[in-house]
């Protein structure tokens, strides 16, 4: 396994290798959830990068982009342990030089949901991403469905720039009270941790009303509202029954959906979806 702060030097370690290039973009602290991706992308490509990256630009004032976790030595062992070819571990300055002043903003969807509570922090995925893309010249790129809307945004900017390469995503991977993996999961307290879950059950018991014959969404909301408000940890921030790829709310569903909420417990945001 190859790892290196360096952009070029990635570049030279790209382009010895003939192939499929699956790339996997994370913030690092990796968990099952990154294992899974990494799993799926050493069996249908010929080679694997990944990223370790915080990235600054899409962290809002006042988010915790100073406390958000850092493992990297024992991320690198778990990559290599997964036969991933070659890492890049750049520092915020070789990504975002002085004077630098080149932003992607995907309108519309970006101001959605995530968008609307976070101002900016779609502009940071978007360009981070696109970075990435040209950085390692991957034939796919591999996300979580927990980051629904991140997927969104992405498949947007790819269409709409022409990028040649596709999107690929696999399921949530869960713990087994059902709660996202996520590396902000380790912020939860003990009492904080217990609580996690409401946002997945609220969620299935929402799918649940939906395969009994529910298709209004305001119903699915309301089953989803009713499961949180009952866990006085929760702090609702939204809940969205959205197509799944513009993640414009929908009245009532005919084909498929996207549903979607995000809590705030202690200080800890979390998010989860269902595809419908």
């Known amino acids: 396994m190859r790892v290196t702060e360096n952009i070029n030097e990635l570049r ?14 994370t913030m690092g602290s990796l968990h099952d959830g990154h294992a899974s991706l990494i799993r799926r992308a050493r069996l249908e490509c010929d080679h694997v990068g990944v990223s370790i990256f915080v990235n600054p630009a899409q962290f809002g004032a006042g988010e915790d982009l100073a406390k958000y976790p850092h493992m990297l030595e024992n991320d690198l062992v778990l990559l290599e342990s ?7 571990t750049p520092a915020p300055e070789n990504v975002y030089p002085a004077a630098y002043q080149t932003w992607i903003a995907v309108d519309g969807i970006s101001t959605l949901l ?18 990435l893309i040209n950085i390692f010249a991957p034939e796919r790129v591999y996300f979580g469905q927990k980051d629904a809307q991140q ?18 995503v696999s399921p949530i991977i869960r713990e087994t009270d059902g709660l996202a993996m996520s590396s902000r999961n380790a912020y939860l307290n ?3 941790r217990k609580a996690a879950p409401v946002l997945y059950r609220a969620l299935s018991a929402a799918k649940a009303k939906f395969e009994a014959g529910e298709k209004k969404a305001d119903g699915l909301k309301a089953v989803v ?14 809940v969205s029954v959205a197509d799944p790829d513009t993640i414009e709310e929908l009245h009532e569903i005919s084909g498929g959906a996207l549903l979607s909420a995000a809590v705030i417990i202690g200080k800890t945001r979390l998010i989860d979806n269902i595809l419908l």
């Open 225 to 238: 509202i009713e499961t949180l408000s009952a866990e006085p940890l929760a702090d609702v921030r939204y």
């Open 190 to 192: 003990a009492d904080e």
């Open 151 to 168: 997927v969104a945004v992405i498949r947007r900017m790819v269409e709409d720039l022409n990028f040649d390469m596709s999107i690929v």
């Open 82 to 88: 997964l036969g991933v070819d070659a890492v890049l």
């Open 12 to 25: 030279t370690i790209r382009r010895a290798m003939t192939g499929v290039f699956g790339l996997i973009p």
């Open 114 to 131: 995530e968008g609307a509570d976070r101002p900016g922090h779609f502009r940071g995925v978007a360009t981070v991403v696109a970075k």
